[in-house]
């Protein structure tokens, strides 16, 4: 969701936005929908490993929820980084709907955060 929010906010020609993870997970398809209620199609999006070579010489850094902290290769001091302690939606339990309701409070979320990058 936040590279999807990132690609729609920032100037493509000027920012190379990649997202991945210390662990492949699929893309989750309720993300894909709420994303869509947003009008933001992320279906082609994928889940990707972190790429070693272009983590070590990024100029920023965001990572989302505890684990990708606890988890997340050391950060080289020269890279600015964020955290953003959001709770992992694909976590949520309860009826379909109340799931939904969880991914679409992390979009927002993510939505505003990433708005105050800019």
Known sequence: MAEGFARQFFDAESWEIRS?????????PRAV???????????????????????NTSDVIITLCG????????????????????TDPARATGSEE???DAF???RDTISDLVKELL
């Open 33 to 55: 929908k709420v994303m869509l209620e947003k009008g933001i199609d992320i279906s082609t999006h994928t889940s990707d490993l972190i790429d070693m070579a272009y983590f």
């Open 104 to 106: 679409r409070q992390t």
């Open 98 to 100: 109340e799931i939904l």
């Open 67 to 86: 684990d990708a902290l606890d988890k997340c290769p050391v950060i080289p001091a020269s890279i600015t980084h964020q955290h953003w302690d959001l």
């Open 20 to 28: 991945a993870g210390v662990e492949q997970h699929g893309l989750n």
